[in-house]
C-alpha cells in the first residue's frame, strides 16, 4: 500500500518537474533530468542523511524509470495533460502525503529523535521540489506557496506523536499521510497562509551578518 | 568550552538566516526554514563529507531546538533586534571562529591531510551561509564579501600548521579560533579584501567551457 | 592512463570553473572556491551517494592541489589564455569523457544497476559544472547547453552495453570515453541539439503542481 503511494507520489512529482522544464523551455534533457531530480531527489537527501548509500532509488531503479516515463509524457502531451491540472495539483497532495509519511517512518527506523523525524518528513516530501526550483534559479516553492511544506511538517508532528502514543507502525504512516494530504487540500481550498512580517529589513543593504555591504 | 562556542555560533548564524528570510518577506515557515538551514547547514555537509551519518545535529536535537528559537525570536521581535546589528555582526565572527575550530578539528579527526582540513574548517564556517544564499537565489555571500570565508582558511592553516608543529588539541582550537575572529574582526573594522581581476572576461558569452552559446 | 585523464579533467574542469569566477568578477578566494567546485563537485556527489566517504579527493589530494593551481593560472594570465578558448573547450571535452567514464566504473563497482551507472556517469562528468552555475547563479548551463550532459549520457549507455555484452573492463572505460568525447567534438563542430517544446507553459502562473499562485 505505502508502496503504491510511494510509486504514484514519484511519478507525480516527475510530472511537476517536467512541467516546469517545459515552462523554461529546457531541451529533452532537461524535461527528463528536472523529471528525475523532483521526483528522486527528496528520497536522496533523506537516504544521504541517514547514511543509506547508495540511495534507495539506486536499488530499486523502477523508481528512476518511473521518472522518466513521466518526464517522456509531459514532453510528448503537455498540451492535453494541461486541462487536467487541477486533478495533477490534487494528485500531488496525494504524493506530499506519501512522502512525508515515508520520510518519518525511515527517521524513526534511522533512530532520530522527534525533530529529526520531522525533517525527514519534510525533506523527503519537498527536497525534490527544493532541487527542481535551484535548477532553474526560482526561489523555492516551498519557502513562498502556502501551506505546502507546513502540511508535511504537521503531518510529521502528528507521526511523532501517536508514535509516543505506542500506536503501531501503520496507524503512525496512516496518520502521517492523512494529516498532510487533508492540511493540502484544505490549504488549496481555502488559501490557508501563515503570518508574515512585512517591510521590516532594518537598514538596508544590513539584512544578514555575512554581508554588511549588501 | 568549544561546545559553549558552538552553541552560540548556532544560535547567531540561525539570526542571521531568519533576518535574511524577512528580508525576503517570506513566511513563518520560511524563516523557520532559514535559520535551520544556515544554523545547522555547514556541520551537516561536513558530517556527510566525513562519512558521519545521520550528522551530529540530528543525534542532539539541542542545535535544531536553538536554531527554531533564533528563528522565533526574530520573527516575533526584528524590529527591536535590529538596533543590535553591530552586535550580531561581532557575535557572526565569533560563530565564524568557533565554526572553522570544530570543522579543522573533525576533519583531522577524520584522518584527512592539511587540504582537507582546511576545506572542512572553511566549509563548516561558511556552508550554512551558502545554503541560506542559494535558497534566496542571492550569490553566495561567501564569493562576494570581503574576508569571510578567507578568515576561515587561514584559521584552517593556521590549525594546520600548529598541529604540524606538534601542539596539544586544545592550542589548535584555540589558535584556529583566534586567528579566524580576529582576522574577521580587522576586516570589518578596516576593510580587508582580496585582489580581483576587472573586465577581462576575455569574448563576451564564451566565459566558460561548457556554454560556448552563452 | 585513466588517472592520467582523470588529473588532465580536474584541470581543465578547474580552468572553467575559474574564468566564471574572473566573468563574475569574484575576487581571488572566489575564483579559487570555483576552480575546486568546479573540479571535483562531480566526483565529490558521486562519492557521497556511493557511500565512499571521505570523498576520494580527500584522500589523494593531488586534486584539490591541481584545481589550485589551475584557479592561480586564471588568475595570474586570463588574458593570456583567452586565445586559446577553443583548445581548452576541446580540452573540456576530453575531461568530459573521462569524468563520464571514471563515474560510469565506480558505479558499477558499487554495484548499480543500468539507469544508475548512466546517472553516475552523467552526474560525474556534469556536478562540478552544476555546481559551479549555481555557486553564481545561473541556470546549470548542463540544463541549456546542446550535447554536453547528453554526450556523457550516451557514453553511459555504450558503457552499459558494452558491459552487458561482457567486454572487459579497459574496454568498457574506453567505449564511454570515446562516445563521450566523440558526441561532445561532433555536436560542438556541427551544433546537435535535441528537441524542445515551445510556447506550452498551459496557464501562465499554474505551471507547476507546487506553486499554484505564481
Redesign the interface.
Known amino acids: 500500500m505505502i508502496y503504491a503511494l510511494d510509486v504514484f507520489g514519484t511519478f ?2 516527475a ?2 518537474g517536467a ?13 527528463l ?2 523529471a ?1 531530480a523532483t521526483g528522486v531527489g527528496g528520497g ?1 537527501i533523506r537516504d ?4 543509506t ?3 534507495m532509488v ?1 536499488r530499486n ?1 523502477s523508481y ?2 518511473i521518472c522518466v516515463a513521466g518526464g517522456l509524457l509531459v ?1 510528448l502531451a ?2 492535453r ?3 487536467l ?1 487541477d486533478w ?2 490534487v ?2 497532495a496525494v504524493g506530499l502525503g506519501a512522502f512525508a509519511a515515508i520520510g518519518a517512518q525511515k527517521g524513526a527506523a ?7 523525524i520531522v ?1 525527514m518528513a519534510a525533506m523527503t516530501a519537498t527536497g525534490g ?2 532541487v ?1 526550483d ?13 501551506f ?3 502540511a508535511a ?1 504537521l503531518g510529521g508532528v502528528c507521526f511523532v506523536a501517536v508514535r509516543a502514543a505506542g500506536a503501531p507502525e501503520q496507524v503512525q504512516l496512516f496518520t502521517c499521510l492523512t494529516v498532510t494530504l487533508v492540511l493540502r487540500l484544505l490549504a ?1 481550498r481555502f488559501g490557508l ?6 517591510g ?4 538596508p543593504g ?8 549588501g
Open positions: 507525480v512529482f510530472l511537476s512541467f516546469r522544464a517545459i515552462k523554461h523551455e529546457l531541451d529533452l534533457l532537461g524535461v533530468v528536472l528525475v536522496m544521504l542523511l541517514l547514511g548509500t547508495p540511495p539506486f531503479e528512476l524509470a514532453f503537455a498540451g495533460l494541461a486541462p491540472w495533477v495539483m494528485a500531488d534511522g533512530g532520530l529523535g522527534g525533530f529529526g525533517m521540489g527544493v527542481r535551484i535548477l532553474v534559479m526560482e526561489i523555492p516553492a516551498v519557502l513562498r506557496t502556502d505546502y511544506a507546513s511538517i488549496m497562509s501563515l503570518p508574515r512580517i512585512k521590516l529589513a532594518p537598514r544590513e539584512g544578514d551578518a555575512e554581508d554588511g555591504k
